[in-house]
């Protein structure tokens, strides 16, 4: 399946400031910081149930309060509008669910 491709000059810190982009490995990420695990597992779940209606899922890793997401579309070989619709649904999320961004001071 065919993915719809970002333009060359698609402004990424406009889009999705919180999310680090890596040209090279062609892959957005971010680490999002929760009160405890069980706010990370809810996000992570609800992500899920979200990655699963989109047919798009992330690579990430969960270590108690924390989960660090990479998005990259695999199958392009590249970041496309998916990876983006997926961040920013994440941002969405975590953001009901209470993340604290890793240099907040309330983390």
Known sequence: MKYPLLPSDFN???AIPLWKINSEKQVIS???IFTDF???FEFMKQCAEYANELDHHPDW???WNKVL???STH???QITQLDIQMAKKMDILALEISA???HDPLR
């Open 69 to 71: 997401v990479n998005l």
């Open 61 to 63: 890793s969960n270590v």
């Open 30 to 32: 971010r680490e999002f």
């Open 12 to 14: 990424f810190q406009e």
């Open 100 to 102: 604290h961004h890793p």
């Open 38 to 40: 069980m706010q990370a």
């Open 75 to 77: 199958s392009e070989g």
